[in-house]
């Protein structure tokens, strides 16, 4: 008789009591948007990062944008980028008409190299947009040197530290993170752009809400806007995740360990880069480039027959049917990124993973990659 074991997911938010407590207190006080959770999240996101301000909007995707246009990129403009990163961070680019430059990935971090961003500038460039891929910080040091406006892609970095000490979205620059639900801390859907400057602040306050002044009344606006507003049933979850932020990140941190230990010596896997310099990865997710050679969609599947999701992760933009139609992109282009995108599969990865589930996933991969 077959013993039918439960499939080990993806991923798998943290959610208590005290989420559900916080939604029920929002829903008693009928104050659903634009009430008093809003600022409440976003001075303890700011505090617990040591940044001046933060603004929590409704994706990570809406916090993209907002803050390119505090950046001042507008139509026509460039926009150095990595074109490994999940597709929004190019999209959001796009919204404003700018046309985003790709530059290839460094291969031991996987985030945007600082020599071939600076490479890519051109009289044209007015931001660049560093990915903090995977949780792992990019090099802002080198991108502060090329004296462009940098807006951070740190969608998938909460918890991560730069050499330096400085928490990853603390260092002034618009910074955005994302609340998906597979996310470190999760508010269903949700973004935050922190940053140092009131008067970022104040313009993305704005226009994440049509474009009303704070000072304005009711249906008034004085310049564009979108919906991009995060609404308080969102917010008190965001509140109380915070809380428990440190055990989340503690509990990711443990998993990617016992991973690293449980798949140590698989010939040619390749295993997410070990923190040094003093930079800290902000666990999100444990992706693995598998051997050169092996087939990735046969180890997926092989995978799954054995109870274990994965997912390729995460596909090259420029190669994407949007990208190679509208501005011509083609393969060969950026050859780091396209070697690793080729490779890469996310394994299951969320705080609660039992070493149990992670012997399992270990097991499974190495019986298919000596098969596949
Ligand atoms: C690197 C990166 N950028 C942008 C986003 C977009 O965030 P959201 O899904 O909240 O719009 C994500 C989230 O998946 C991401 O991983």
């Not at 008190?236 to 016992?258: F, K, P, T, W």
């Not at 092989?302 to 083609?330: C, D, N, W």
Request: aromatic share 6%; net charge negative.
């Amino acid at each position: 008789m077959s013993v039918h074991l439960e499939e080990v997911p993806l991923a798998r938010p943290v959610l208590g009591e005290a989420e559900e407590q916080a939604v029920i207190e929002v829903l008693r006080s009928r104050q659903l948007s634009l009430g008093p959770r809003v600022p409440a999240f976003e001075r303890a996101f700011a505090a617990r990062l040591g940044v001046a301000h933060a603004c929590a909007v409704s994706s990570g995707t809406a916090g993209l944008h907002l803050a390119l246009r505090a950046a001042g990129v507008r139509d026509g403009d460039e926009v150095v980028t990595s074109p490994f990163s999940f597709v929004a961070s190019a999209n959001a680019v796009v919204f404003e008409r700018a046309r985003p430059v790709f530059a290839d990935i460094d291969p031991r971090t996987l985030n945007l190299d600082p020599a071939a961003a600076a490479a890519a500038i051109t009289d044209r460039t007015t931001a660049l947009l560093p990915v903090h891929i995977f949780g792992y910080p990019a090099d802002l040091p080198a991108f502060e040197r090329l004296g462009l406006p940098i807006v951070e892609d740190a969608c998938e970095a909460l918890g991560a530290v730069h050499g330096d000490g400085t928490p990853v979205g603390a260092r002034g620059h618009g910074a955005v993170f994302g609340f998906y639900a597979n996310k470190q801390l999760t508010t269903g859907e949700g973004g935050m752009v922190t940053t140092a400057d009131s008067a970022v602040k104040e313009r993305i306050d704005s226009e994440r809400n049509q474009g009303r002044a704070p000072d304005m009344s009711w249906l008034d606006h004085d310049r564009l806007g979108f919906n991009y507003r995060l609404s308080d049933i969102a917010c008190a979850i965001g509140l109380v995740q915070l809380e428990h932020l440190d055990d989340m990140l503690a509990g990711r941190a443990r998993a990617a360990a016992a991973y690293r230990a449980a798949l140590a010596g698989i010939e040619g896997l390749e295993l997410p880069c070990e923190d040094t310099a003093g930079d800290r990865r902000g666990w999100f997710v444990f992706v693995v480039q598998l051997p050169r050679g092996s087939d990735r969609d046969d180890t997926i599947r092989a995978l799954r027959e054995r109870g274990v999701q994965s997912k390729p992760y995460l596909p090259a933009i420029h190669l994407m049917t949007y990208y190679r139609e509208v501005f011509g992109h083609r393969p060969g282009e950026f050859p780091v990124c396209e070697d690793v995108a080729e490779r890469s599969v996310a394994l299951p990865f969320f705080p609660e993973l039992t070493d149990g589930q992670v012997e399992r996933v270990a097991v499974a991969l190495r019986e298919v990659l000596g098969r596949c």
